[in-house]
């Protein structure tokens, strides 16, 4: 039983590449989020699904975009990299009555 | 103003000392209130949980919740090198534990 799986776990880019970070969760949840974790700022929720097929923009959305793929899977895409995008990316999943499970992040650095 | 104010620390305390992490808030509305763990390339994982006012117990750890001053606390008693890690809070309006509001979180080392 692995949790919250996020890959990669580390990624350099240069200003203006994209990439895609992916989560997955095998603990049949039904909502997934995105945060990101800069020095200083605390968690702070860029998009999240509460459930398949939906979508919504929370807090920092601007730069990014997401896929709930399915009920496991939620990625989460940067189109053209910024250096203010460089953090911890964390994927999490929930139900109703769960509390947040976190996968052990994806360290970004865009250079 | 952040929604939430957590002092960053770091705390630096020997082992067996009673810890005191603080949040602020300023949102009145929120009713929900959590303490996470996070360890070092780690994600978090929810210690405690409280609803409303009031104080809860779990071991070692109590969180204690003062909505009329908008303040709330993680009391560490006995505390042991393994508590070494960024203590966040966390809370929001509605049940569940959809959309939280965090503090940047408070790093604190025990020393054996």
């Known amino acids: 039983n692995a949790g919250v799986t996020q890959t990669p776990k580390f990624q350099v880019l240069k200003t203006g590449q994209s990439m895609t970070l992916q989560c997955a969760q095998d603990?049949?949840?039904?909502?997934m989020y995105w945060y990101r974790q800069d020095p200083g700022m605390g968690l702070r929720l860029i998009y999240y699904s509460a459930s398949e097929g939906t979508t919504d923009k929370g807090e920092v959305p601007n730069g990014y975009n997401v896929s709930r793929l399915n009920k496991r899977e939620f990625s989460l895409r940067l189109e053209s990299a910024a250096p203010s995008q460089t953090s911890v990316y964390f994927c999490a999943s929930s139900d109703h009555n769960s509390p947040l499970h976190f996968g052990n992040g994806t360290r970004l650095t865009v250079t | 103003q952040k929604e939430v104010e957590q002092d960053p620390g770091p705390l630096s305390v020997p082992e067996g000392a009673i810890v005191s992490l603080n949040c602020t808030y300023s949102n009145s509305a929120f009713q929900y209130f959590m303490w996470y763990r996070q360890y070092s390339r780690k994600g978090p994982e929810l210690l405690m949980y409280t609803y409303s006012s009031g104080n809860k117990e779990d071991g070692r750890f109590t969180a204690q919740v003062d909505k009329s001053s908008k303040y709330i606390s993680l009391f560490i008693r006995d505390s042991q090198p393994s508590d070494s890690a960024t203590y966040l809070c966390?809370?929001?309006?509605?049940?569940?534990?959809?959309?939280?509001?965090f503090g940047a979180g408070t790093r604190l080392a025990v020393h054996p």
């Open positions: 603990m049949n949840h039904n909502s």
């Open positions: 966390a809370m929001n309006l509605s049940g569940g534990y959809n959309k939280l509001i």
